[in-house]
T-cell receptor, first 116, second 109 residues
Framework: DTAVSQTPKYLVTQMGNDKSIKCEQN?????MYWYKQDSKKFLKIMFS???????INETVPNRFSPKSPDKAHLNLHINSLELGDSAVYFC???????????????FGPGTRLTVL | RKEVEQDPGPFNVPEGATVAFNCTYS??????FFWYRQDCRKEPKLLMS???SGNEDGRFTAQLNRASQYISLLIRDSKLSDSATYLC??????????FGQGTELSVKP
C-alpha cells in the first residue's frame, strides 16, 4: 500500500546517456513534484504539475523533461546526462498545489542517480 | 543570503536531553511553515506544521516569530529514535516549498 513510489531506486549510468525515472502515487492527489537533493543535502524543487498541467518550472536545464500521462503519474526524462546530474531525485505529491497554505507533501523513497 | 537558513550541526546530545533548533527565512511574505524529518538515506516526512500561535505535539514544540522571521523546534526528553536531520521548510509567496539545508541530530545512549 505504498503511497508514492519511484523506480528505479538506484541508477548508475555513463555521461551522455538518456534515462527516465518513473513516479506513481495512489493517494488520489492532484499535484505532483520533482525535487533534486544534491551532495550538500539541499532539497530543491524542479517541477510541479497540477492535474497534468505544469505549474512550477524552476531554472532547470532543458535536458530535463517531465511528463504527466495522468494525475497519478509524473515521470522525469533526462537527456545527455552530465556528472553534475548525480544526486537523489525525489518525487512528491500533495492534495492541493503548494500555494494552498498548510498542505503536506508526501515524498517517494528517492532515486539515487550516479553519472560516471 | 539563502532563503531558509539552519545550523547544519551536528547536534550530539544524550538521551533525555532537551534540544532546540532554529531557522531563519528571508521572505517576509511567506505564509506557511513546517518541520520535516529526514532519516539517513530516506525521504523527508512531515514532522509538524508551525502555526503563528505556536503548537505542540507530544515532546515536540514549534514556534514562529514572524517579526524576526524565525522558526524554532524544541525536542524534550530526546530518544535514540529522534536521531535524524530536521528540515525547516517555508512555503514561499511564489507557491513552492523552500527547504533549509537541515540540522543533523544525533542522540546518544
Amino acid at each position: 500500500d505504498t503511497a508514492v513510489s519511484q523506480t528505479p531506486k538506484y541508477l548508475v549510468t555513463q555521461m551522455g546517456n538518456d534515462k527516465s525515472i518513473k513516479c506513481e502515487q495512489n493517494l488520489g492527489h492532484d499535484t505532483m513534484y520533482w525535487y533534486k537533493q544534491d551532495s550538500k543535502k539541499f532539497l530543491k524543487i524542479m517541477f510541479s504539475y497540477n492535474n497534468k498541467e505544469l505549474i512550477i518550472n524552476e531554472t532547470v536545464p532543458n535536458r530535463f523533461s517531465p511528463k504527466s500521462p495522468d494525475k497519478a503519474h509524473l515521470n522525469l526524462h533526462i537527456n545527455s546526462l552530465e556528472l553534475g546530474d548525480s544526486a537523489v531525485y525525489f518525487c512528491a505529491s500533495s492534495q492541493l498545489p503548494t500555494g494552498s497554505g498548510y498542505n503536506e507533501q508526501f515524498f517517494g523513497p528517492g532515486t539515487r542517480l550516479t553519472v560516471l | 543570503r539563502k532563503e531558509v537558513e539552519q545550523d547544519p550541526g551536528p547536534f550530539n546530545v544524550p538521551e533525555g536531553a532537551t534540544v532546540a533548533f532554529n531557522c531563519t527565512y528571508s521572505n517576509s511574505a511567506s505564509q506557511s511553515f513546517f518541520w520535516y524529518r529526514q532519516d539517513c538515506r530516506k525521504e523527508p516526512k512531515l514532522l509538524m506544521s508551525v502555526y503563528s500561535s505556536g503548537n505542540e505535539d507530544g515532546r515536540f514544540t514549534a514556534q514562529l516569530n514572524r517579526a524576526s522571521q524565525y522558526i524554532s523546534l524544541l525536542i524534550r526528553d530526546s530518544k535514540l529514535s529522534d536521531s535524524a536531520t530536521y528540515l525547516c521548510v517555508v512555503n514561499s509567496s511564489r507557491g513552492k516549498l523552500i527547504f533549509g539545508q537541515g540540522t543533523e541530530l544525533s542522540v546518544k545512549p
